[in-house]
């Protein structure tokens, strides 16, 4: 029966990996309609997680200052779990993926509200960040978009 030579196994694709986003980032852009400022660490975390840590300040009267730590986990299919927990207090839960030069996430809960985040990779070394909340008629609205360049060191 048979006849046939031997087939050799498909080589397994690379797990998934958030190691492209790693590194330290600064960048600026608008949140709430105002010119802000921001730094993204992001670094391997415990147990093959990513953490990341996020400043951010808003020029105005008075200036705000905003901060958040997150811990994210991915699975073999590409899938982002984890937790985010801000300067105010609130622990949010974090689900997500990676789609190519793009990770995304959803974060929050219905009671609360409901946001998504997303960080492109551009071809130029650009980090894009976007953020967005999710409206009562199923639209987004961006409420931040910042441009993040590695730091040199």
Do not use: C
Request: glycine content about 16%; charged content about 20%; proline content about 6%.
């Amino acid at each position: 029966m048979g006849g046939g030579g031997l087939i050799a196994p498909a080589t397994p694709a690379e797990s998934p990996s958030l190691a492209a986003w790693h590194g330290s980032w600064s960048g600026a852009g608008e949140a709430f309609g105002k010119p802000a400022t921001a730094t993204l660490e992001i670094a391997p975390g415990e147990g093959g997680a990513t953490s990341l840590a996020y400043r951010l300040s808003i020029d105005g009267t008075p200036p705000v200052h905003y901060s958040a730590e997150a811990d994210y986990g991915l699975d073999t299919k590409g899938r982002v779990s984890g937790k985010w927990t801000d300067s105010y207090g609130r622990t949010r839960p974090v689900s997500g993926g990676i789609e190519g030069p793009v990770w995304w996430t959803h974060w929050g809960s219905a009671d609360v509200e409901i946001g998504r985040s997303t960080y492109a990779l551009d071809t130029d070394g650009t980090l894009t960040v976007s953020d967005s909340v999710l409206q009562a008629d199923g639209g987004w609205r961006v409420f931040a978009v910042l441009h993040y360049r590695r730091n040199k060191g």
